[in-house]
């Protein structure tokens, strides 16, 4: 199968950064090329080409003018790997979910910075991962008004298909206007199906139970909206996969 790219940025130096659906990310050094192949000469010499990097259509090509290109397979083969959070070096913000990563046995602790639609909004994706993949609740995830990242553990990536269906069912349970609401229980009170084993051994004996509709339950002291519908619409901006780790990035509360 011809990996497709899905983005690429022109550094300096001729290295090429290029990330592709499936999740591998590359820096391509293009210095060989210009150095054995004439027309890649241009790329050093016209002053600003280099930064014109196009993507074609079918996102298995990227060309500079109409002789100078590169497949989609080669950069995959012969770029250098590189570790996943390197395009993502945006400023975010760093978040615990207290839902899924219970390692604070504190029910009083939490990221002041969250916004409410988004972390109400990984509520539903969790609970949606689990009942479409099977997947755990996730722990590790960086949520932000801007965009939330979310990391799911699976065998193997989503289809753009699923990808669809898992934020077409998120726009549903929004529009239903499901009711966020709470409520405090001993630890010998957990409803069925919710989940404690992460916990440790010392947390508190009560715990905040939020639940969304009859949708989802899970323990979390973190802010939510009221209802679902204040969450806006929600879109899944892009995917990808690295090593047994299903990314989404997905923004929340867009006009
Ligand atoms: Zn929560």
Redesign the pocket.
Known sequence: MIPKIKIIKPLDDFLLLVSFDDGRKVLYDLKEDIATIPDFKALETVCGLWKQAQLDSSRTCIYWNDRIDLSSDTIYEYGKEIESSFMAAEPQVVYN???SNMNEPTLNAHNKDEFPPA??A??LLNQTMGRMFGCERSRNMHIERKKSKINFLIERPLTDDEVKTVEAKINELIAADLPVTFEFVTRDNIPDGVKLDKLPEDVSETLRL?RIGDYDV?P?????VKSTKEIGNFRITSTSYNEGSFRIVYKVAEE
Not at 220 to 224: D, Q, S, Y
């Open positions: 979910e207290k839902c972390h109400t990984e509520h939020v899970c979390c002291i973190g802010t939510h």
